[in-house]
């Protein structure tokens, strides 16, 4: 929008600003191409001449507009003077539709204000986590009754679950437990050679990865696979509507989308662990027999002989509890799910990480009640 004296072909000529007369004077075209050039840093005035300006348009009426407002915060009643009734007109509509230039900072929280959010997330979690205990609840006594009414478990959801779960995770966890045993032979190597005990490796890679790192790791792995799918799936479905109209037909959606997810990861997390396992030893001999010069069968007759079987059954027993960790997690974070694309990107995420934390502080919990009992 631009408003000015009789147009001509010449071409704008260049604004100034003027301290004249008591107030500022304006002269020459204040356009959207010429203002930049302005110093905007002016004594504030009571009187703001434009009468001497030829052309205007929206930017040349920001700048004045600016300059009335300088002159109110240094606590001045300015006036425009000798302005058109057109540039009158677009500086009104700069003035009403501009932001107030001073915002007020917000105020600095008190100690009691800190008390408080502390309070209202500690009441938030401790909701939260009442509400998942409550959905565990429902998930386990649906599953109960799926095993009493066998007719009633959806067995063509609960293999294709399988299949995504379990199948199509086995690359990636198998390679992930490779290179965690060779780490740790290259690792161990180092140390262990320092005292000639070198061939104690085979110990410290078979109790680690039997024990510890090879269920660990491979849950924490599916449940940034697996977990966060469940979720953005589920959360999907609930922003579509879709969980809804299930209830509207009478279908339950912890049957038909919940049960069949956490039964497929139940039954497929301790095979990938048994899978993890194996690559994480073979990845440990291949690394022994390379550095240390641990062949082949020393190996295996030292693993034989050496480890004792509970080491693998510890670690196995810790996979039914992750899967069900990371299956109630991942299909309740998506039950949370509102109706927009943020909320579903936000639990996705929080998804992940909880099922993680949680993981990690149920196998530490393990680890004490098994040191506990001495096995």
């Known amino acids: 929008m631009e408003t000015s004296a009789p147009q001509t072909a010449q071409k ?39 009468s001497r ?16 407002r300088r002159a109110q915060a ?12 057109l540039q009158s007109d677009l500086i009104a509509t700069i003035r009403r539709n501009m932001p107030d230039a001073d915002v007020s900072p917000p105020p600095t929280p008190t100690i009691s204000d800190r008390l408080e959010q502390i309070g209202r997330r500690t009441v938030a979690g401790l909701r939260s986590t009442m509400e998942m205990v409550g959905f565990l609840g429902r998930v386990v006594a649906t599953i109960i009754g799926l095993l009493l009414r066998p007719q009633r478990i959806r067995w063509t959801a609960i293999v294709h ?3 995504q779960v379990g199948l199509n995770a086995v690359p990636i966890v198998s390679l992930m437990a490779f290179l965690i045993g060779v780490v740790l032979a290259f690792q161990g190597a180092a140390q262990l ?3 000639g005990a070198e061939v104690f490796v085979v110990d410290l890679i078979a109790i680690s990865i039997l024990r510890e790192l090879g269920i660990l790791l491979t849950a924490i792995i599916v ?9 953005a799936a589920i959360g999907s479905m609930k922003m579509r ?5 299930m209830r509207t037909l009478g279908l339950d959606p912890i049957e038909v989308l919940v049960a069949p997810r956490v039964i497929a990861l139940i039954l497929m997390l301790p095979v990938l662990g048994v899978i993890a396992n194996f690559a994480g030893l073979f990845g440990g001999a291949l690394m022994s027999w390379i550095e240390l010069g641990v062949s082949p069968g020393v190996f295996q007759s030292r693993l ?7 080491h693998f059954g510890v670690g196995l027993i810790k996979a039914p509890f992750f899967a069900l960790i990371i299956g109630i997690v991942g299909c309740y974070e998506g039950m949370q799910v509102k109706g927009n694309a943020e909320s579903l990107g936000s639990l996705t995420s929080t998804s992940v990480v909880l099922s993680i934390f949680l993981v990690i502080t149920a196998d530490a919990l393990f680890s004490i009640f098994f040191a506990i009992l001495g096995v």
């Open 241 to 245: 509507e879709e969980i809804d109209a």
């Open 193 to 195: 050679r320092q005292f």
């Open 74 to 85: 240094a606590g001045l009643t300015p006036q425009i003077i000798g302005a058109t009734s």
């Open 12 to 50: 704008p000529t260049r604004p100034q600003l003027m301290l004249a007369d008591g107030g500022l004077v304006l002269e020459g075209d204040f356009l959207m191409g010429t203002i930049e050039s302005l110093d905007l840093q002016q004594d504030a005035a009571e009187k703001i001449d434009i």
């Open 304 to 310: 034989i002989s050496n480890t004792d079987v509970s």
């Open 53 to 68: 300006v030829g052309q205007l348009d929206t930017a040349g009426a920001w700048v004045v507009v600016t300059l009335e």
């Open 223 to 231: 449940a940034g696979r697996s977990g966060s799918a469940f979720t």
């Open 161 to 163: 679950h399988m299949q």
